[in-house]
């Protein structure tokens, strides 16, 4: 006779990992708490495999990451990673506990009502981590630079209009800023002097993550994709690699409505009674996909035109993926040029076009893939 397949929801913390196993024939659920230790879990789950039950694991995408699936799978145990945003919540509810949340998983994934993450490999992941690390300190820098130029107001200190030049950040203002601040009392100048110090710091430490990013994507795993994706007006490597790592295997996205809706791309719809509305993206998916192509498509659309340095990016690579490039440019340009005849606001455009991009990048993923 076939034993029944237990669901186990798992909610992890840093005190304890609290599970419901559920057993959809019988309805019981039955509770376990153990010690935040992937050793302390399976003891646990020893002790099931010998009573020969069979099941499976779900959590949410938290804290602890792809670790504990990948180490429960590394031991032939069925582990999957649930996304948060998108588990069901019954209206009305007022109890959260450790306990419900791993009842609530249990029952949801018993039933396929749970939305599963993809979890990358490990080299995958590194690399992904070394791109949101590099962001993170970009992030920084620019609210340091703020910091600067507020405090440049408040003690008088214009560059601009003592320079007559137009740009902050060049080595003349660094120059310009360090002969003002000599002059300056003793308290106020040692300030400007750390921040000043702090970055130049940033400014080297960025440098350090493009030449990891840049060789990372000299790699075998990841230079044919790249060399494909530099292929497009407004990429390079950095954001090829920032799309490669997030999208991940572009294989599980059978068409390129998937990636877009996986992206957050998808179009926002309310319709009923024969009316049919419609309020731009949904935003409910991978952000740093939406944020690099938006900002990829900060350029004039309705030049098709081939920059110098598009021309050395596409050195090399294979005429297949030049010309899904090519359609694309083409197909943005006609997308801008509709869009500004119905008079809509540039932002608008700029994200449409990102969103038809995204369509180009699959073909392009799917082929060096």
């Not at 405090?151 to 008088?156: I, K, S």
């Not at 991978?286 to 050195?315: A, D, G, M, Y």
């Not at 440019?329 to 969103?355: D, F, G, P, Y």
Request: proline content about 2%; some cysteine.
């Amino acid at each position: 006779m076939r034993r029944d397949i237990l669901h186990i929801g798992l909610d992890v913390d840093d005190n304890f990992f609290t599970g419901a196993i559920f057993n959809s024939r019988t309805g019981k659920t039955e509770i376990f708490r153990v010690r935040p230790t992937i050793g302390a879990l399976l003891k646990y789950l020893k002790k099931l495999q010998e009573k020969g039950e069979e099941f499976r694991i779900c959590y949410e995408a938290t804290y602890i990451g792809y670790s504990l699936c990948r180490e429960l799978r590394k031991r032939g145990i069925e582990c999957e990673v649930i996304a948060p945003s998108l588990i069901p919540v019954k209206p009305g509810k007022k109890v959260k506990t450790d306990k419900t949340d791993a009842i609530n998983l249990s029952r949801y994934y018993s039933r396929g009502d749970l939305t599963i993450v993809n979890v990358p490999d490990e080299e995958d992941e590194a690399v992904r981590s070394l791109i949101r690390s590099r962001s993170f300190v970009v992030e920084e820098r620019k609210r340091l630079k703020l910091h600067i130029l507020s405090l440049c107001r408040v003690h008088n200190l214009n560059y601009k209009s003592e320079s007559k030049r137009k740009n902050y950040w060049t080595q003349m203002h660094i120059k310009w800023l360090k002969e003002k601040i000599s002059s300056l009392s003793e308290n106020l100048r040692k300030c400007f002097e750390l921040l000043i110090e702090q970055y130049i710091s940033q400014n080297i430490i960025i440098e350090e993550y493009d030449r990891e990013i840049k060789a990372a994507s000299e790699k075998e795993r990841y230079s044919k994709k790249v060399k494909a994706l530099n292929c497009f007006r407004g990429l390079d490597t950095l954001s090829s690699m920032t799309l490669i790592t997030e999208i991940g295997d572009v294989k599980r996205f059978s068409h390129p409505n998937k990636l877009t809706c996986y992206s957050g791309f998808d179009i926002r719809e309310y319709s009923s009674g024969g009316k049919e509305q419609k309020y731009g993206i949904t935003k409910m998916g991978n952000k740093r996909i939406r944020t690099t192509l938006i900002e990829s498509c900060q350029f004039n659309f309705s030049e098709v035109k081939i920059s110098r340095r598009l021309k050395l990016s596409r050195e090399g690579a294979e005429m297949k993926y030049i010309n899904i490039a090519d359609r694309c440019m083409e197909r943005l340009r006609k997308k801008s040029i509709m869009m500004k005849v119905k008079n809509k606001h540039h932002n608008k455009i700029k994200t449409a076009c990102a969103r038809e991009m995204l369509c180009f990048i699959w073909e392009a993923l799917m082929l060096a893939s």
